[in-house]
């Protein structure tokens, strides 16, 4: 069975500060590695997707992530922090064949200081 | 676009009370999952259906059951609310396996307290 750690569940970075949001997961088959990101008092809603083409993804409002083999990891960059990116992030995994089994972190909460 | 919609933002029931949560899809989507979100724990599946009556248990199935009559709706029962089942509820619909990366498209959420 495939899995998802996010490492820290609170980030907290300056206004233009590089946003880092860090997952690693776990699959016995390529996976296919997601991001999602919940503002307060709403559903999710994608930020990007590794379905296995190009390693380095680009998303939504400036944010991409790196897919690394080797490294187990899926990590959530952005540049420049915008207030407006203050929200939870989930990162997920599911088999390539099989989205009907999508596996949560536990999720990350960014905090975008002024 | 994709739209979800569940029936309600906020619900508030009591123990033992009978408690429908509705979902519905406007995509003709096959997939359609039920969550709860609970903090520290993102997100744990209850209940998937993959097609018109038909239903596959997740991680959590207990104390819940769910109903699809109609391809754009997947209604999630609570037969007999307690007070553990407080929580985030989430809807989600996915298109068949191989269209658009398999992304899971989700609703607003029901935040359901039950006293």
């Known amino acids: 069975a495939q899995s998802v750690t996010q490492l820290g569940s609170h980030v907290s970075v300056s206004e233009g500060a590089l946003v880092l949001l860090r997952c690693n997961y776990s699959?016995?088959?390529?996976?296919?590695l997601f991001w999602y990101v919940q503002y307060p008092n709403q559903g999710l809603q994608l930020l990007l997707k590794?379905?296995?083409?190009?390693?380095l993804v680009k998303g939504i409002n400036g944010f991409e992530a790196e897919f690394k083999k080797s490294e187990t990891s899926f990590h959530l960059t952005k540049p420049s922090a915008h207030m407006s990116d203050a929200a939870e992030y989930f990162c997920a995994v599911s088999l390539k064949y099989n989205n009907n089994d999508m596996r949560f972190g536990a999720g990350t909460r960014l905090t975008v200081k002024p | 676009d994709v739209k979800v919609t569940q029936s309600s933002r906020y619900l508030v029931k009591r123990t033992g009370e009978k408690v429908f949560l509705e979902c519905v899809q406007d995509?003709?989507?096959?997939?359609m999952f039920w969550y709860r979100q609970d903090p520290g724990l993102g997100l744990r599946l209850i209940y998937f259906?993959?097609?018109?009556?038909?239903?596959e248990k997740g991680d959590i199935p207990e104390g819940y059951s769910v109903s699809r009559e109609k391809k754009e709706r997947f209604s999630l029962i609570l037969e007999s609310a307690s007070t553990n089942q407080t929580s985030m509820y989430l809807c989600a619909s996915r298109p068949p396996t191989g269209v658009r990366g398999d992304t899971q498209y989700f609703g607003p959420g029901t935040r359901l307290t039950v006293l």
């Open positions: 699959s016995s088959v390529p996976p296919y």
């Open positions: 590794y379905t296995s083409a190009a390693t």
């Open positions: 995509m003709d989507h096959e997939n």
């Open positions: 259906s993959y097609d018109v009556k038909m239903k």
